[in-house]
């Protein structure tokens, strides 16, 4: 299963000189097969490059591996052809640092944190032009996550974006540049967002940050629900949901008519949802919910629950009254 070359285990071998002893990259394992193939890359990587170690880390609540380079970047792939030489620039240490006025912009301005998804390919010239010139923004601001994807490795993610060329930069799911990519117009996009656009990948970052009572704090000041933080009550992951419903809660504790409009554009999604889902949807019937709720669950159960679901309606019916 060896996808190295013999001139990039040279390209590898030759970086070793400089590369600082101690050098720890950390690969996140997930069941995605793909793990695999990351994980045979990081192992003779080592081989190359004594001084690299690699750590080991369970990513089972995600959904796609990554390997974490020393400079802050995701990077979702093998490197290979001109993908190589940037991975090996980001092990030695030699990202370049962001200016001080983009440095002072982002730190002064950026929230929420921001998303970036940066599409490359091995056969592209022009990737590793962008490759070095966004990696400093994962350097500059703990709020960036800053993700290098090889789109033929994980062709899937590059559909999902509507991805035709590389390199392309995607914010948040929503603002991309292709081609060139200029700095300053990606800070001034990342620190003048509004909330209320932010996708579910945004909002995700927020919770896990646990900033829920801000992100519950910026719809209030909006008085509206954020329309991505509907999608990750309904997301898949237990986590995810759980974080969502407690920027819920804490939502309801300002605002209690925000609070009952989640419930009411949760309720009609409800029967198309897995149990699991319908659970915590009839447990924030229970936490922030109002009276007019208590019949909606009633006719519910009339048409035939699992026992699971109807254990959490009679326990948010309790909380009602």
């Known amino acids: 299963m060896d996808m190295m070359t013999a001139n990039e285990e040279t390209q590898f071998r030759n970086a070793s000189g400089g590369v600082p002893h101690g050098t720890i990259l950390r690969l996140v394992m997930t069941p995605d097969e793909r793990s695999s193939e990351m994980a045979h890359f990081c192992k003779r990587l080592t081989t190359l490059i004594p001084q690299v170690s690699i750590a080991h880390e369970d990513g089972l609540s995600l959904e796609y591996p990554f390997i974490l380079l020393p400079n802050g970047v995701r990077y979702q792939g093998v ?3 001109n993908e190589v030489q940037p991975f090996i620039d980001a092990i030695m240490g030699k990202t370049p640092a962001l200016t001080d006025p983009l440095r002072e ?30 990696a400093p923004l994962a350097e500059a601001s703990k709020l960036i996550r800053l993700t290098v994807i090889d789109s033929g490795l994980f062709p899937e993610l590059a559909r999902r974006q509507g991805i035709q060329a590389v390199p392309t930069l995607v914010l948040d ?16 996009c ?24 801000r992100l519950a704090g910026m719809m209030a000041d909006r008085n509206a629900v954020f329309p991505a933080l509907l999608e990750l009550l309904c997301h898949a992951q237990w986590p995810v949901r759980l974080g969502a419903m407690v920027a819920v809660e804490e939502l309801s504790a ?37 009276p007019s709720v208590a019949p909606r669950i009633k006719a519910m159960l009339k048409g035939g629950a699992s026992a699971e679901v109807q254990e959490a309606a009679e326990e948010a019916l309790e909380k009602l009254k």
Request: proline content about 7%; charged content about 20%; aromatic content about 8%.
């Open 254 to 290: 300002l605002k209690p008519a925000l609070g009952l409009q989640a419930i009411d554009a949760l309720w009609n999604r409800f029967d198309r949802v897995s149990d699991q889902v319908k659970g915590d949807i009839l447990f924030l019937c229970g936490e922030v919910g109002g």
């Open 105 to 134: 912009r982002l730190n002064a301005a950026l929230f929420p944190p921001a998303a970036f998804d940066l599409f490359i390919a091995p056969q592209c010239s022009f990737c590793p032009l962008a490759v070095r010139r966004l």
């Open 190 to 213: 990342a620190t003048q967002r509004d909330p209320a656009a932010l996708g579910p990948a945004a909002l995700e970052e927020i919770l896990k940050a646990g900033a829920a009572r």
């Open 173 to 188: 799911g929503q603002f991309r540049w292709s081609g060139s990519i200029d700095l300053d117009e990606i800070v001034t």
């Open 79 to 81: 490197p290979q052809g």
